[in-house]
């Protein structure tokens, strides 16, 4: 996922007493320790699920990561913790892999590093255009495994859940996953000071039903949440509580 040298320069860094990265990228003298611990946390979320141990993990994490490039910082994201797990899903021999990154800043560095393998499914939405510049909806990768959906300000849970359904999906149900990794950023709530797109938190419950029966169709059940943005903490709990009562019903159902 990552090129070795982008992890020595990190390591480094880190020895050296840390500084910004990029203008909103900072690295402290423990940010290596949190952020070797959070795509762990994603390695063994996915393994717990391979290995029939878990229907669904949910990585509370920080840093987040899918802004993490191949070999740059970006957007307070050393690694990309998605990437790594799915490096840990090939492992375990898995072919089709999809990325769902619902944040409401697009996944660059997801994108990137996967734009060109048509073993991974890569959608977003997002808010645009916004931070990070990426994710236009002409941004197709290989063989269509890119579905970009970007969104203006205002657009409210109508229009989010419109494009993850309408959209999103068919090209997920074409691709026929064999596991569902997704970037689970709460950014886009209507309470978030860094954006506008005005999602509510029964908006993530619906979107988080959605990707359930996604999974339930294609992928044993099977999905690896990974935390991504959020930075109203009263409105990013609730959020996350959201989905994790439907993963939780999901799960005593079956």
Known sequence: MHDVRYIAMLDRAAAGGGGYLD???????????????????????????????????????????????????????????????????????????????FDVHHGNGTQHSFQDDPEVFYASTHQYPFYPGTGAAGERGVDGNVVNVPLEMGSGDRLFLGA??????????????????????FDAHHADPLAGLEVSTDGYRQLAQLINGWAATHA???????????????????????????????????
């Open 23 to 101: 203008p909103d990228t900072y690295i402290t003298p423990q940010s290596m320790v949190a952020a070797r611990k959070a795509a762990g946390a994603v390695v063994e979320g996915v393994h717990r699920v391979l290995d029939g141990k878990a229907r669904h993990v949910f990585a509370v994490v920080r840093p987040p990561g899918h802004h993490a490039e191949h070999a740059r910082a970006m957007g307070f994201c050393l690694i990309n913790n998605i990437g790594v797990g799915i490096a840990a899903a090939r492992e375990k021999g898995l072919r089709r892999i999809a990325v769902l990154d």
């Open 164 to 185: 993850w359904e309408k959209k999103i999906g068919p090209a997920l149900d074409a691709f026929r996953p064999q596991l569902l990794l997704v970037s689970a950023g």
């Open 220 to 254: 044993q059940g099977r999905s690896v949440w990974a935390l991504e943005g959020g930075y109203d903490l009263q409105a990013l709990g609730k959020s996350v509580i959201a989905c994790l009562e439907v993963l939780l019903e999901q799960g005593h159902n079956q």
